[in-house]
């Protein structure tokens, strides 16, 4: 398997969590759609229990690689005049011409530009695979127009079989770089982050986790905020149909109370699944989500606080998601 960026680490976990419970905003709408040029649109929305509406309208392109272009040259000098071993198998030659084929990669590159109802411009361009094997690079650039705000970074992501590092440069502020790497073996995995503020000369903060990852099951555990917050997890796939997954956390630097989360998600069918969480605090949330035809999907969630069920503290929500 892939060594998985520090972030990634706890990911299955994670996304068994926290991903497709739909009661955190009373409704969302999501549209997405692809020109026949490649460009690709995506809009969406997003009703707030509490508070306003917001919404971003993003358009993305990519120039993705196509394998091996040519370009040709060609020349009416006669080919008997070259010796015959500088000829290559990408000559073509005749008595009166001469055409020389150049291959070369064609790589190409991503560009995402967004624009929310915050007023903020948003621009992402990269470039995967084409400064050298395995790297990735990013600069992400923001304008408010609004005050005039403006914001860049630089974002560094280099793959190989066993490692996978990363580093993350506010250009504009400090400047501050933050920089993590993963080394993996075998399905263990050993990863650290840092943070470093150029203009202090100063580490600003630090993390580590381990973890060990297979087909079937995960297990991880990370210590965050400057080694002061622990947490462990672990996922599995019991079978094609059943998912499980648990997160403990602690903060050494709060109180004695460990925080424990549970999750679990059933598929239904090729088209539908459910999924049921619940934490230390009694706080629990169930979810169903189904493809109603090809590029129309509903999901719809709620949330209920166990200790307080005679109390309006619940949340109901729903999502729409079309395609094309």
């Given at each position: 398997m892939a060594v998985p960026a520090f972030a990634d680490i706890a990911k299955p976990s994670n996304d068994?969590?926290?991903k497709d419970?739909?009661?955190?905003?009373?409704?969302?709408?999501?549209?997405?759609?692809?020109?026949?040029?490649g460009v690709s649109f995506n809009v969406k929305g997003r009703s707030a229990h509490d508070g306003p509406t917001g919404g971003q309208i993003e358009a993305k392109y990519s120039d993705a690689p196509t394998g091996?272009?040519?370009i040709t040259?060609?020349?009416t000098a006669t080919p008997a005049s070259r010796p015959k071993s500088s000829y290559l198998h990408s000559i073509y030659a005749t008595p009166d011409y001469a055409v020389l084929l150049i291959?070369?990669?064609?790589?190409?590159?991503?560009?995402?530009?967004?624009?929310?109802?915050?007023?903020?411009?948003?621009?992402?361009?990269?470039?995967?695979?084409?400064?050298?094997?395995?790297?990735?690079?990013?600069?992400?650039?923001?304008?408010l127009p609004t005050t005039q705000s403006k914001g860049a970074?630089?974002?560094l992501h280099f793959k190989q079989p066993n490692i996978h590092a990363r580093a993350f440069f506010d250009l504009l502020k400090g400047p501050v770089a933050n920089v993590d790497a993963v080394l993996g073996h075998d399905g263990f995995l050993v990863g650290a982050e840092a943070g470093y503020d150029v203009q202090k000369a100063a580490i600003t903060r630090y993390?580590?986790?381990v973890g060990y990852t297979v087909p079937e099951y995960t297990a991880s555990v990370m210590a965050t905020n400057n080694l002061s917050v622990f947490s462990a997890?672990?996922?599995?796939?019991?079978?094609?149909?059943?998912?499980a997954g648990a997160k403990a956390s602690w903060d050494s630097k709060g109180s004695n109370n460990v925080g424990l989360e549970l999750a679990t998600k059933y598929r239904l069918d090729p088209t539908s699944f459910t999924k049921a969480k619940i934490n230390d605090r009694g706080i629990a949330a169930v979810a169903y989500n189904v493809l109603l035809r090809p590029g129309v999907t509903l999901g719809l969630g709620a949330s209920f606080d166990t200790q307080k069920l005679n109390e309006s503290a619940h949340k109901v929500g729903a999502s729409f998601t079309f395609e094309a």
């Amino acid at each position: 398997m892939a060594v998985p960026a520090f972030a990634d680490i706890a990911k299955p976990s994670n996304d068994l969590l926290n991903k497709d419970f739909y009661h955190a905003a009373a409704a969302t709408l999501e549209v997405k759609s692809k020109a026949p040029n490649g460009v690709s649109f995506n809009v969406k929305g997003r009703s707030a229990h509490d508070g306003p509406t917001g919404g971003q309208i993003e358009a993305k392109y990519s120039d993705a690689p196509t394998g091996t272009s040519f370009i040709t040259l060609t020349s009416t000098a006669t080919p008997a005049s070259r010796p015959k071993s500088s000829y290559l198998h990408s000559i073509y030659a005749t008595p009166d011409y001469a055409v020389l084929l150049i291959l070369y990669r064609h790589t190409g590159l991503t560009l995402t530009q967004a624009w929310s109802t915050l007023n903020a411009l948003d621009t992402k361009l990269e470039l995967d695979n084409t400064i050298s094997k395995g790297l990735k690079a990013e600069l992400l650039t923001q304008f408010l127009p609004t005050t005039q705000s403006k914001g860049a970074k630089l974002n560094l992501h280099f793959k190989q079989p066993n490692i996978h590092a990363r580093a993350f440069f506010d250009l504009l502020k400090g400047p501050v770089a933050n920089v993590d790497a993963v080394l993996g073996h075998d399905g263990f995995l050993v990863g650290a982050e840092a943070g470093y503020d150029v203009q202090k000369a100063a580490i600003t903060r630090y993390s580590a986790a381990v973890g060990y990852t297979v087909p079937e099951y995960t297990a991880s555990v990370m210590a965050t905020n400057n080694l002061s917050v622990f947490s462990a997890s672990y996922y599995h796939r019991v079978n094609s149909q059943v998912e499980a997954g648990a997160k403990a956390s602690w903060d050494s630097k709060g109180s004695n109370n460990v925080g424990l989360e549970l999750a679990t998600k059933y598929r239904l069918d090729p088209t539908s699944f459910t999924k049921a969480k619940i934490n230390d605090r009694g706080i629990a949330a169930v979810a169903y989500n189904v493809l109603l035809r090809p590029g129309v999907t509903l999901g719809l969630g709620a949330s209920f606080d166990t200790q307080k069920l005679n109390e309006s503290a619940h949340k109901v929500g729903a999502s729409f998601t079309f395609e094309a």
